[in-house]
Nanobody
Framework: QVQLVESGGGLVQAGGSLRLSCAASGRTFRRDTMGWFRQAPGKEREFVAAISWSGGTTYYADSVKGRFTISRDNAKNTVALQMNSLKPEDTAVYYC???????????????WGQGTQVTVSS
């Protein structure tokens, strides 16, 4: 099975940037769709971004489109989320996840990391 470990979270001021990274081990990473989801206090987990196994297809939530960029390095078994122009409403725990199909639906992701906290101050 795939094991996922996120890193790169922290505290940043509004307008700033953070880069999250997810290191994967286990089953064939390069065949998996990789996604980022987030969950704010008192809210349901929501989709942020996803990237196909080849990196050729990406999806973004409307709320982050134009500000966040997802990328992957199959040689290093890593996926990253570059977050620019951060807003206080981006504050959440961010999770890396893996799926065997290309999807933005969280129920289709069968491997999850433990999450990393991102806090954006106003």
């Amino acid at each position: 099975q795939v094991q996922l470990v996120e890193s790169g979270g922290g505290l940043v001021q509004a307008g700033g940037s953070l880069r999250l990274s997810c290191a994967a081990s286990g089953r064939t990473f390069r065949r998996d769709t990789m996604g980022w989801f987030r969950q704010a206090p008192g809210k349901e987990r929501e989709f942020v971004a996803a990237i196909s196994w080849s990196g050729g297809t990406t999806y973004y939530a409307d709320s982050v489109k134009g500000r966040f960029t997802i990328s992957r390095d199959n040689a290093k078994n890593t996926v990253a989320l570059q977050m620019n122009s951060l807003k206080p409403e981006d504050t959440a725990v961010y999770y890396c996840a893996a799926s065997r199909i290309l999807t933005v639906t969280s129920v289709s992701y069968d491997r999850w990391g433990q999450g990393t906290q991102v806090t954006v101050s106003s």
